[in-house]
């Protein structure tokens, strides 16, 4: 028997995922979260996520019904509440057990979503191993990190941690520690990423604590050739990403 199609704003479904789509606490208590889009849907799909309801404009929804539940525009019509995962170090520590020189990607203290997201997007496309969130003050399943991360969120390993943790981590798995700050550094290409490496981005307001300066083996910026003193962080992490991509690519590591 086909579902009846949801009329009403008032239902208690539709009430249901805007207060997800609203409410980090909801998200953390439930351990749900919602996804917009057909080709975010698909990519949490494929990364093996477990979609628990979906709306469709038209078909089980109204438009006017799909417009209350929808967080931005242009979503293709298509709903999705699916089931959060664990982001903890011990699931990340396969992925970078079978690797030679793995590249990972640390932010301290991320408190934007929408960085958070264009992070996770362009470490996808960089082929990352992996993401360490510490101390965040944003949640992974916010709505604007599954936008800017166009899916991003889903494919790429990411573990949630303190810093203490983090850095206890990376020294365990001999992974070199660079820290991304202006003051008492060099170029960022003067350093040999091809060995295992972990990017450290600070906040842009108040860039990276003293216990990552003080955990670093090397400590790199990137040339501020004009007037301003410093790029939004998820354009940084992107710079800095691909320069270890193009030195791996240069001696085929």
């Not at 709306?55 to 089980?60: G, L």
């Not at 191993?129 to 101390?135: E, K, Q, R, Y």
């Amino acid at each position: 028997m086909e579902e009846t199609i949801i009329t009403s704003v008032q239902n208690a479904r539709i009430k249901h995922v805007v207060a997800l789509q609203q409410k980090s606490s909801l998200r953390r208590e439930e351990g749900l979260f919602v996804v917009e889009g057909q080709r975010e849907i698909e990519h949490c799909k494929a990364c093996g996520y477990e979609v628990v309801e979906e709306y469709i404009r038209d078909v089980n929804v109204t438009p006017q019904v799909y417009e209350k539940m929808a967080y931005r525009g242009s979503t293709e019509g298509h709903i999705a509440v699916v089931r959060c995962r664990e982001h903890t170090l011990s699931i990340i520590n396969c992925q970078l057990s079978i690797k030679n020189n793995p590249l990972v990607v640390v932010l301290e203290s991320v408190e934007k979503p929408g960085n958070l997201g264009a992070i996770l997007r362009s470490a996808e496309a960089a082929g990352i191993d992996a993401l360490i969130v510490c101390d965040p003050l944003t949640d992974m399943y916010n709505p604007n990190v599954i936008r800017a991360s166009i899916g991003g969120v889903f494919c790429v390993p990411t573990a949630v941690c303190t810093s203490q943790e983090c850095i206890a981590f990376l020294k365990q798995h001999g992974i070199k520690i660079l820290t991304a700050q202006l003051q008492d550094s060099y170029e960022y290409y003067d350093y040999d990423m091809t060995q295992g490496t972990a990017i450290v981005m600070g906040t842009e307001s108040t860039g990276l604590t003293n216990q990552w300066r003080e955990a670093a083996d090397a400590h790199i910026r990137i040339p501020m050739l004009g007037r301003l003193d410093s790029l939004n962080v998820s354009v940084s992490a992107a710079i800095l990403m691909y320069e270890a991509v193009r030195q791996r690519q240069s001696k085929n590591v």
